[in-house]
């Protein structure tokens, strides 16, 4: 890892590019474990999460990413492996004893939060899609983590599916209160919950 | 640079603001004033973006023409971000806001650094306005063509084009040459402007049921408007020998800083009104108390045209 310095310029410069501004709302910044999941518009997204977390938090989190696009090109394997300490899937050998859930469980250990994006894909339309059953077994592993809905506004329009370059407008990041999967609460119950709770902070 | 002007110009917003400060101070401390505390609070932190904006501009100007002309830049560029950010666009407007963002601003400033009167006047107004539809149509995507046209170019024009001639001023011919008068007359027009927000906003303080638009910003009020503007006209008549009006008509200055209040205020009430559709109260969380950027330029945005070409009129530059 790099010096703490390095971590906070990046940050603050990341900060500044994506003019983000962090709200949290009915819910506070804290270092114990957590699990961070938001919505999915570009590849920013974990920078501008990283980034926006305050320094003591964010030295714990750890974005989850796929393997083939975040060791592409020297910039994105200094990030993922220097900056961010990032969780990489490899999306070309996912085992059953091997599957990403048990990678970020062993990952996490007990120190560690993550950033997930349980939508699997960035989203075109800007309408947030079904969230993937990941998260779901993440938590029926560790149901002791606490659950931060993310949403992350105006992402899609900086920077859109398939375009390259990137206009420069200003992000707002939503940090909403913390959800836990219910005690016997069924998956499809509790993914249609977390989904709402990320989509209602759109309206906050 | 360190004329007696300067010096003179420089110790008296010292004094102001040290005063400000203090004010601060006392009314923080004390609490049986009757005033109300988030009146306080926002007045604190007004006089503390005051300090920020103040430091800022002295050390561009000491810094240099080419620093100043970067920071109002830079200024602009953010300023235009808030706009965007808060306009509605389509995905089909994509690669006409990138070239707004990294050619057609930064350009404007560069032209402007160049003292190119004939060119920085023309190049948003003229091809920028042309380009700005060509780039959309040719994205494929029709739907409210026009509407998302005019947005673009709306910010293009207040927040660059117009702003750009505050720096502007700094490339003027001026009757005295060098450095020191040039700076003193950008600084001149800044400090009006601030002022006249600030005595305008004062003034409106008075319990009054004349509210100008009440649709649009409450806080608007005739007397506020008038009283603002006749004080901001005896304070600008008085700091006549700070600006190069010096040399001509003593009431110059006073006119100009006339001229300055109403644009102010037909600045701030134009940006009230694109938020009142909008239905938020500040473009950004910039400058704590001060909402984003463009809350605080609104009034230099409308000013610095009108102000920039009355000075190039009347001393002929």
Redesign the interface.
């Given at each position: 890892m790099e010096t703490r310095l390095t971590l906070n310029i990046l940050a603050l410069l990341a900060r500044f590019l994506s003019?983000a501004?962090a709200r949290w709302i009915d819910s506070q910044p804290d270092t114990c474990q957590r699990i961070y999941f938001a919505n999915h518009t570009s590849h920013m997204d974990s920078i501008v999460i990283w980034s926006a977390l305050p320094r003591e938090v964010r030295m714990l989190a750890r974005p989850v990413g796929a393997k083939d696009y975040w060791t592409a090109g020297p910039i994105r394997r200094y990030l993922s492996y220097h900056v961010f300490n990032a969780i990489l899937i490899d999306r070309a050998e996912i085992k059953v004893h091997r599957s990403p859930v048990d990678i970020m469980i062993r990952e996490i250990g007990h120190t560690h939060s993550l950033i997930v994006f349980p939508e699997g894909g960035r989203n075109t339309t800007g309408e947030m899609g079904e969230f993937k059953s990941g998260l779901y077994y993440l938590c029926k592993r560790r149901p002791d983590l606490e659950l931060i809905p993310v949403h992350i506004d105006?992402m899609n329009?900086i920077l859109?599916r398939g375009?390259v370059?990137?206009?420069?407008?200003?992000t707002c990041v939503s940090f909403g209160p913390p959800i836990w999967l219910e005690q016997g609460e069924p998956k499809f119950d509790f993914l249609q919950r977390a989904r709402e709770a990320v989509r209602r902070l759109k309206e906050m | 640079m360190w004329e007696p002007r300067t010096i003179g110009l420089i110790g008296g917003v010292l004094v102001l603001l040290g005063a400000a400060t203090a004010v601060v101070h006392v009314l923080s401390r004390r609490d049986d004033t009757g005033l109300d505390t988030a009146l306080i609070e926002t007045f604190r932190l007004r006089v503390r973006a005051w300090w920020v904006l103040c430091t800022v501009l002295a050390a561009a100007f000491l810094l240099g023409q080419m620093v100043t002309m970067i920071m109002f830049g830079l200024i602009s560029f953010w300023a235009l971000r808030e706009f965007i950010t808060l306009t509605p666009t389509r995905p089909g407007d994509h690669r006409t806001l990138f070239w707004v963002f990294f050619l057609l601003t930064p350009l404007q400033f560069v032209l402007v650094g160049m003292g190119n009167y004939g060119l920085f006047s023309i190049v948003i107004p003229v091809y920028g306005f042309l380009f700005v539809p060509a780039r959309i149509a040719m994205a494929g995507d029709y739907k409210r063509f026009l509407e998302r046209t005019a947005k673009i170019q709306a910010g293009l024009l207040i927040c660059v084009y117009c702003l750009s001639h505050a720096p502007a001023l700094l490339t003027l011919n001026l009757p005295t040459d060098g450095w020191g008068p040039r700076a003193r007359l950008l600084f001149f027009f800044i400090l009006m402007v601030q002022l006249s927000d600030a005595l305008q906003y004062a003034w409106a303080q008075i319990p009054s049921k004349h509210v100008i638009v009440p649709s649009i910003n409450p806080n608007k009020t005739w007397e506020g408007l008038l009283g603002g503007t006749a004080s901001v006209t005896l304070l600008g008549s008085m700091l006549w020998w700070a600006t190069p009006f010096h040399g001509a008509n003593w009431w110059m200055a006073g006119v100009m800083s006339t001229v300055i209040a109403l644009m102010g205020f037909a600045g701030s009430i134009t940006l009230s009104a694109i938020k009142r559709d909008r239905g938020v109260k500040d473009y950004g969380t910039l400058v704590e108390g001060h909402g984003g950027v463009l809350d605080r330029i609104d009034s230099t945005c409308f000013a610095a045209p009108v102000f920039f070409h009355l000075t190039r009129l009347w001393l002929g530059a």
């Open positions: 003019g501004s105006n329009r859109p375009e370059l990137p206009v420069p407008l200003l | -």
